[in-house]
């Protein structure tokens, strides 16, 4: 008899944990039913109280390990894993496979080909000799904050107090840190389209919500207030600012941001998330405008900004938010339990980066002249594509060109261009440039090219993309 019930427990958990894995219900509600009449006990977590009864009997009858729960928080369940990561993962495989052994030209990665200038690297091997190596305050060390407020005085007009400022370990965390604090689930973010990937994933690992809103390239990507205005709520918590913007490289103007601060200081909940982490890789004559520095926004915007794009630092994960104390306290808190704090090399790192001068001082002017000079490389040959529509980059070393006019295209031997990724897959094969579709910037007309790496790159990819146009036929023509 013991035996028998051995075995049925042992049924029971098992079609009961199948059950709950595929979401069947019928067999759900069909294993309540046997249950039920089997003197088990009832109720909603039925299911679950068999399961850990079979489980306990197993283990204690029969010495089998109890199942392992795989089970994750819902919050974390849909984030989506990086297209950029998986167009990387792609020209990888390709360039095993390739017998040639002509690898792929990778424009995937928003990323400085430059290394870290000297005088920076230079300070982080000092850090190093001098045994610079514990826990720091989880702030930030006192140096840095105080090399960020004055970077934040003079360069934006900006006042915050030691205390207003967090060093973090990189733009992306302070991001993910702010708009965690500051939303409650259910409270909407919005995020003009197109946007940098993150900020959706971070959105809804707060279990808010976001909201999007279109902007236009004839109006060089940048959010209207009107727009702003339609899509307002009651549960309007943050919007999201990025200027200079990846991937359009809209840079923001002073007046554009002053209509939308307008229509910000109306809402008392509202408060702005301003990433400002490609700041000085601008081309003139745009010119950067903290959307804090103007009247009524200092107290309602959380103002993030970095090391890893202005810098070429990507891979000492440093960054920082400055806010009024109120939001920056909790935040504060919440980096004390969590990362307890910035490398401490990379933080001494940062001082010298900051020390280098006015907007990063020579050696950042000589990085971006180098940029610009493949920026207006590209949007010229860009431009010479037939049925390619490009808004040529004020900023950043990303270019947003719409390839739409080719989709519907047949290619012998590869099949048809359905969107941006069947278009990227067919670069990335036959031309070998690997590139980003636009659907993880929220527009799947467009594909992301990032020009930090080099003009001999730049220059090989193009060549390599033009030969292989022939093949495309833009859709709307006949
Ligand atoms: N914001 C934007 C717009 C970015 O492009 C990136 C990096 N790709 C980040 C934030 C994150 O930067 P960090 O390396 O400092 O985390």
Redo the contacts with the bound molecule.
């Keep these: 008899c013991k035996q028998m019930e051995r075995s049925r427990m042992r049924f029971v958990g098992e079609a009961a944990f199948q059950a709950l894995d595929t979401g069947n219900s019928s067999k759900q509600r069909h294993l309540d039913t046997f249950c039920h009449s089997s003197r088990e006990a009832r109720g909603q977590s039925l299911i679950q109280r068999t399961i850990m009864r079979a489980g306990t009997e197993l283990v204690a009858t029969e010495g089998v390990a109890a199942e392992v729960d795989y089970g994750i928080s819902p919050r974390f369940a849909n984030v989506k894993s990086s297209q950029i990561l998986d167009m990387l993962a792609l020209a990888n495989e390709l360039d095993k496979a390739d017998p040639s052994g002509v690898p792929i030209i990778r424009w995937c990665a ?1 990323e400085s080909g430059f290394d870290t200038p000297r005088p920076i690297v230079e300070e982080g091997m000092k850090a190093l000799q001098d045994g610079f190596t514990r826990y720091t305050d989880s702030a930030g060390i006192l140096e840095l904050r105080q090399a960020i407020c004055h970077k934040l005085q003079v360069e934006n007009g900006l006042t915050y107090a030691l205390d207003e400022i967090l060093v973090s370990n ?4 302070s ?1 993910m840190q702010a708009v965690t604090t500051v939303c409650l689930p259910g409270d909407e973010v919005i995020i003009p389209t197109p946007y ?1 990937a ?1 900020y959706p994933e971070m959105v809804h690992m707060a279990e808010a919500k976001t909201v999007t809103v279109e902007t236009s390239i004839d109006n060089n990507f940048m959010l209207t207030a009107n727009a702003l205005s339609a899509v307002l709520t009651d549960k309007s918590r943050l919007l999201i600012i ?1 200027t200079p ?2 991937p359009t490289g809209t840079v923001y103007t002073r007046k554009a941001l002053e209509a939308i601060a307008a229509v910000v200081v109306k809402h008392p909940r509202l408060l702005v998330l301003s ?1 400002e ?2 700041e000085h890789i601008i081309y003139s004559p745009a010119t950067h405008t903290s959307i804090a520095s103007i009247p009524g926004m200092w107290e309602r915007t959380l103002t993030v900004n ?4 202005v810098f070429a630092m ?1 891979g000492w ?3 920082y938010l400055a806010a009024p104390r109120k939001f920056l306290k909790p935040m504060a808190k919440i980096q004390s339990q969590s990362t307890s704090g910035a490398c401490s090399i990379a933080q001494k790192a940062g001082v010298a980066a900051l020390g280098l001068g006015h907007g990063g001082g020579k050696e950042v002017a000589a990085m971006v002249k180098a940029y610009e000079e493949r920026k207006d490389f590209l949007v010229q040959r860009l431009q010479a594509l037939e049925g390619v529509k490009v808004f040529p980059p004020e900023g950043t070393f990303d270019v947003f060109p719409d390839f739409s006019a080719y989709f519907g295209t047949h290619v012998a031997g590869f099949g048809t261009i359905n969107d941006a990724e069947t278009l990227c897959r067919f670069f990335m094969k036959t031309a070998k440039v690997a590139m980003v579709p636009g659907d993880c910037f929220g527009n799947g007309n467009c594909i992301r090219i990032s020009f930090g790496s080099s003009m001999e790159k730049i220059k090989e990819g193009m060549e390599r993309i033009e030969s292989v146009m022939p093949l495309l036929k833009p859709s709307t023509l006949p």
């Design positions: 928003s990189g733009a992306k965390q991001l940098w993150g990025n913007a990846n990433d982490i490609f970095g090391f890893s794009k990507t994960r440093l960054g």
